[in-house]
């Protein structure tokens, strides 16, 4: 409830039956760090992660999923990211990929987000708005 750093990754997959409503009274303002990874993926019912994760600004990468820092697949709901406090993802790539309501995603510019940023994938496969 108060936490305010995650020691080394957080995961939220595998939910294909939730619904909007399970996510109505989730939040966890206080986190602001995750020293590894974040992989959301395959995730029904969420639309955003900014109620989530409204004060998240680091994620370091010190363990990573398939390369990445920051994963986010298969959420058929996801209709923006919302990472509004985001600033710095040290290490690690960026892989966005298979949500078909997604918008705006091409608005970001992950490369500022991180300097160190390698590579970094947004799949507009499935009509990615």
Not at 58 to 69: F, M, P
Not at 80 to 109: F, R
């Amino acid at each position: 409830k108060n936490c305010k750093k995650v020691l080394d990754g957080l995961k939220i997959s595998e939910l294909p039956n939730s619904t909007e409503d399970d996510f109505k009274d989730l939040s966890f303002p206080s986190l602001t760090e995750i020293t590894g990874y974040l992989q959301i993926d395959n995730v029904r019912g969420l639309k955003t992660l900014q109620k989530l994760f409204p004060n998240l600004a680091v994620i370091r990468g010190d363990v990573l999923i398939h390369g990445a820092s920051l994963m986010i697949t298969n959420n058929h709901d996801l209709e923006n990211i919302g990472l509004k406090s985001l600033a710095d993802i040290a290490k690690g790539s960026v892989t966005i990929e298979n949500n078909p309501n997604l918008c705006y995603i091409n608005t970001v510019d992950w490369k500022s987000i991180s300097e160190n940023l390698i590579h970094y994938s947004v799949s507009i496969r499935y009509g990615m708005k």
